[in-house]
């Protein structure tokens, strides 16, 4: 899997490859599971091909909140089934416009992080304050992504704490909702964020979760601040879920 992330700027070779990985596997059943699936941005042309992934997503399992999600981690019973959360990251402009009112028409959760620093930039494609109000009032949820978009593990600890509580402060300010779960930039531990700092940095600030980056899907005992991501393109095919969400 290592050389197929280093295909990045090869999509239809990274295509292809997951294209015949995913000829000999199988959807899981409906095991003890939580996916959070990681976006980024959504341009028009794309809508078709996320609403098909939507409806595959569904066909294997139920989409939860993020507050279900962390609520589920939490739990003394731990996760029972098989759930997928959708997050978007940075709050791009163009994800607000086109898969915003997929998800509303279909009644689908989704949480957006956002780095306050970028909003109100749309000259650079991100959400505006009056998006993110309007996301929030909509039952979406509004989460941090940081204040600046810094790699945590590049600052210092008053610097870090920083980053998640004026950001935290800002949202909350704005938007006028709690600011409960956090994404963490770029998301990798040890070269994006430190682990024995950072989480815990969160927790002290008021988050109640820690998304990461780390592959995959949480399972029974997974912990609700270093919660994995699985990240997805919203124009990549079927065969490309499949290889990801199959064993």
Known sequence: MRYIDQLTDMPIVRSQIMRIRALGRRP???????????????PAHTRAAFTRQLDYMQSLGDF??????????????????KYFCITFDDGQKDAFENAIPILWERGIPSAFFIVPAWISAEDRGYMSWADCRQLAQNGATAGSHSLSHHRFSTLDEQQARHELVASKSRLESEI???CEHFACP?????????????????????????FTTI?????????????????LEPDWGLHQLRYLFTR
């Open 64 to 81: 939860v909140t993020v507050a279900q999600a962390v609520k589920i981690l939490c739990s003394e019973t731990g996760i029972t089934g």
């Open 186 to 210: 770029w998301g990798q531990p040890g070269a994006d964020y430190v682990v024995d700092r950072d989480p815990q940095l969160a927790q002290d600030a008021g988050y109640r979760s820690f």
């Open 215 to 231: 592959r995959g899907a949480a399972r029974p005992g997974a912990s609700s601040w270093a919660i994995p991501r699985v990240r």
């Open 176 to 178: 006028g909702l709690p």
């Open 28 to 42: 899981e059943r409906r095991t003890d599971t939580l996916t959070t699936v990681m976006y980024h941005g959504m």
